[in-house]
């Protein structure tokens, strides 16, 4: 990647045999692990539910009480990493994460179920965000490059999906699901000697900002009109991202196709964000960040739309799939960027956790919702029409937003 920082990497607080490179590797590893072993646990809905004998909306009210979980606590977890470095946090995060889901395997208890997959599986997906990565990544690289390295970590993320949406499969029919989450389990573990490789300084960064602590950071964003914007249009992103991860494999099920259908779907949403989140990344190099996130929520309209007015078939969804993971999670590093770009990098995990909140709570309705709707009608037509309306909110929201610097940002 060549020079990343424009100052000495060891003066700049990285240790003798860490790099700009290594650290930008290891966090994309910790993303592909962390987001792909999260993106699978639509794939348990059908066989759970039936060996359980639980109803869709009780595996769907868990992995909604995950999503709102993960948004609760992330501010926690942010700051934390923003104050003590992100080794210590990204770490026990993943050793609460593994633990939640062998738990997960002997739960019989519906109540109990949420507890744990929703809770504690939450709680350690929080501390092991990849937004925490990213954090520590985007300080070690010059600031011209900080979208392109969120565009390579969303990369990695959907990698992750691409690589765990079969293996899951593969193991849920060969081990059954019980052995294939304990699997998940010791793979989620991997995260922990690939934090090490990330710097352990918090203040480390080509920046300077005239913040004197993190409460003040807080009370600049709030007051700021962009970044409550920014944060009401984040939630139709999880809305949206959350509902189809969860219930589009049942989806498949539902319209008589085989479960292997489901497990290529979540694969190709996975395999086609790799070139939406690095094209997401060169929008925001070259063109204003606010108009491509509206483009990219309006794109999203426009397509379910499309999809729901043509007859199902299995390539009509392979083409949904793959078109809907160009828009996938290219607006993360776009939505990332603005944070960074208007009020700096050193409390960027603590800012971007109460804009990634707004999208938990998104992604806590839409899975939630959407089982609540399907044990009512028995069909998921109504939450597709509730994400055409959604996109075409946040493609308005997005453009009254101010993407300037503050006056006080200074980078050297």
């Known amino acids: 990647m060549g020079r990343l920082m424009g100052q000495s990497d060891h003066a700049a607080g990285l240790r003798r045999w860490q790099t700009p490179l290594l650290v930008v590797v290891a966090g994309l590893c910790i993303a592909t692990i962390g987001m792909g072993t999260r993106s699978v646990f639509g794939l348990f809905l059908p066989p759970m539910t039936e060996a359980r004998g639980w109803s869709r909306e009780a595996f769907a009210f868990a992995m909604a009480m995950q999503n709102l979980t993960v948004g609760l606590l992330m501010p926690v977890a942010a700051s934390t990493a923003d104050r003590f470095g992100p080794v210590r946090v990204i770490a026990g995060g993943a050793c609460l994460y593994a633990f939640g889901i062998w738990l997960m395997t002997v739960i019989e208890i519906p109540l109990v ?52 949406s079969p293996i899951a499969q593969g193991f849920i029919t060969a081990f059954g699901w019980n052995h294939a989450l304990m699997l998940l389990a010791l793979i989620s573990l991997g995260m922990i000697p690939l934090v090490l490789c990330l710097p352990g300084d918090p203040n480390l960064s080509a920046e300077q900002t005239a913040q004197t602590g993190v409460r003040e950071a807080i009370r600049e964003a709030f007051r700021h009109r962009g970044y409550l914007l920014l944060t009401t249009g984040f939630f139709v992103c999880g809305f949206h991202v959350s509902f189809i991860t969860v219930h589009l494999p049942a989806y498949t099920l539902d319209l008589g196709f085989a479960a292997r259908v489901g497990a290529v779907c979540l694969s190709l949403i996975g395999l086609f964000n790799i070139a939406g989140s690095l094209l997401s990344g060169l929008a925001g190099t070259h063109f204003s960040r606010k108009l491509s996130l509206s483009v990219i929520y309006t794109g999203r309209a426009i397509l379910i739309t499309t999809f729901l007015l043509l007859p199902k078939s299995e390539p009509l969804l392979y083409i949904f799939a793959s078109v809907m993971g160009l828009l996938w999670l290219a607006t993360v590093p776009l939505t990332t960027d603005i944070v960074a770009r208007v009020f700096g990098v050193r409390y960027l995990a603590t800012l971007y956790s109460f804009v990634f909140l707004s999208h938990q709570v998104g992604g806590f309705v839409g899975v939630w919702l959407g089982g609540v709707i399907y044990e009512a009608t028995g069909s998921y037509d109504g939450m597709w029409l509730a994400g055409i309306a959604l996109g075409l909110l946040a493609a308005l929201v997005h453009l009254p937003i101010n993407e300037r610097p503050l006056p006080r940002l200074a980078v050297t």
């Open 113 to 164: 179920f949420q507890l744990v997959g929703g809770v504690l599986v939450g709680a350690g997906l929080s501390f092991t965000s990849f937004s925490i990565a990213i954090a520590a990544m985007v300080r070690v690289v010059d600031p011209a490059r900080r979208t392109m390295v969120m565009g390579l970590a969303m990369s990695a993320g959907s990698f992750g999906m691409v690589l765990f």
